[in-house]
């Protein structure tokens, strides 16, 4: 999200040259002001440009981005309630991690925003109130996700029953939401914009147009898009229909609590076989202390280097030297280890020999290491990816549903004056 702010602000040429200080809505305790909204609606102009994206007239534009307004300062103002902070180094980590996505050094990131009208420190207000309100929802809502083992087994035997379970969709959505509990009269006149709705496609305008001139989703000015999914993340709503869809085909009308939905597959791909290459290796490890310096425990490595060399049985030296209790009393035996097990500075000693070889003495955060490859293969992981898929899934499936009830709560409990005129 944040990414995605900075490309809309560093394409933006110009500021408001003179701010507008009316209210436009009272939001509890605070308000939004002309000024806010204004510089809103130019960082999401920027935005649509930017993806080539339909503009949507004035007026819904200004709708739908004094809603997104409302929406930061009531989940702020929650956070501030349960006393949630962004420190002012985890800012500077935050920013220096902006520049260097962006190939600049935190200076040059800050002349650039600068030397295109915005106020450095107003930038910096902007990023802690997004990772305010991201720490905000982790610990409201993903916090309290849990997906149980039953869970998983109970997904990956539907998604076998139903086939291909590596399915991916590029979904676009448009919602017409409903308070809760709505009344008729409430429900009727979503009914009256959903027929408006589905008669412009029927006609032939483009589903993103139409979302962001109509939809009340998070996504809305993003012409509705979703992103990619696989079968596994389709919202429960989504799930038994979306696998249905050909490519541009747009579903019927859905219904849930937040309201009516439309959901179009843009897209729709297959992922491959999950191949995994493993190394079957052991190590002798000496760990450093304050009897045991770096040259000590390099000199005793190298000398039992010599010694495998020489004829030595790399188990035996391991079982009676290696401090690595775990694999020491089998020999130093590593297993069978895929890519990204073992830390980075020992998986770059290991990947570069070949079965048979022995490694130089090397450092790593946990101490001095000899290696030894026996064996390597391609393994297909599909089991274990698919189980760690399905949680991961699972998990965002449920965060998606909990944190759209979440924020219609939010929404619904907050008190909301609008002062257009």
Do not use: C
């Amino acid at each position: 999200m944040i990414k995605y702010l900075i490309a809309g602000l560093l394409l933006t040429g110009s500021v408001l040259a003179a701010p507008l200080d009316r209210i436009v809505a009272v939001v509890n305790d605070d308000v939004v002001l002309e000024s806010e909204l204004q510089e809103a609606i130019q960082t999401v102009r920027q935005q649509i440009r930017q993806r080539d994206g339909a503009m949507p007239p004035p007026e819904i534009l200004r709708r739908q981005v004094l809603e997104r307004v409302i929406m930061q300062q009531v989940q702020l103002q929650r956070a501030e309630q349960n006393g949630i902070r962004v420190s002012d180094d985890a800012l500077n980590a935050a920013l220096m991690q902006i520049a260097q996505n962006n190939n600049l050094s935190l200076r040059e990131f800050r002349d650039v925003l600068e030397s295109d009208g915005f106020d450095f420190a107003d930038f910096r207000d902007s990023i802690r109130e997004e990772m305010i309100v991201s720490r905000l929802r982790k610990a409201q809502v993903e916090d309290g996700i849990v997906v149980s083992d039953r869970e998983i087994e109970n997904f990956l035997a539907t998604q076998s029953l139903q086939g291909n379970t590596e399915a991916s969709f590029r979904l676009q959505h448009i919602l017409i939401s409903l308070p809760e509990p709505a009344s008729p009269e409430q429900v009727q006149a979503a009914e009256v914009r959903l027929e408006s709705v589905q008669t412009l496609l029927a006609d032939g305008a483009e589903f993103s147009e139409v979302a962001a001139g109509y939809s009340d989703g998070q996504n809305a000015l993003e012409g509705g898009e979703l992103g990619w999914r696989k079968q596994g993340e389709l919202p429960s709503l989504f799930a038994a229909v979306v696998p249905t869809l050909a490519e541009g085909e747009i579903s019927q009308v859905l219904r849930s609590g937040s309201g009516f939905h439309l959901v179009r597959v843009a897209e729709k791909k297959s992922e491959e076989t999950h191949l995994v290459r493993q190394t079957l290796a052991s190590h002798i490890l000496i760990k450093t202390s304050e009897l045991v310096t770096d040259e000590e425990a390099q000199q005793r490595l190298q000398q039992l280097r010599e010694r495998i060399v020489n004829g030595d049985d790399f188990a035996e030296l391991a079982r009676a030297h290696s401090d690595d209790t775990g694999s020491a009393i089998d020999g130093g035996s590593l297993g069978w280890t895929s890519p990204g097990v073992m830390v980075p500075e020992f998986e770059e000693e290991m990947d570069v020999l070949s079965p048979g070889e022995l490694s130089g003495v090397f450092q790593s955060r946990f101490g001095w290491h000899l290696i030894k490859v026996f064996d390597r293969r391609e393994q297909n992981m599909a089991e274990e990816f698919n189980r760690n898929q399905a949680r991961e899934q699972l998990r965002q499936r449920k965060i998606e549903e909990e944190l759209e009830s979440w924020l219609r709560a939010l929404r619904d409990e907050a008190y909301v004056e609008y002062r257009e005129s």
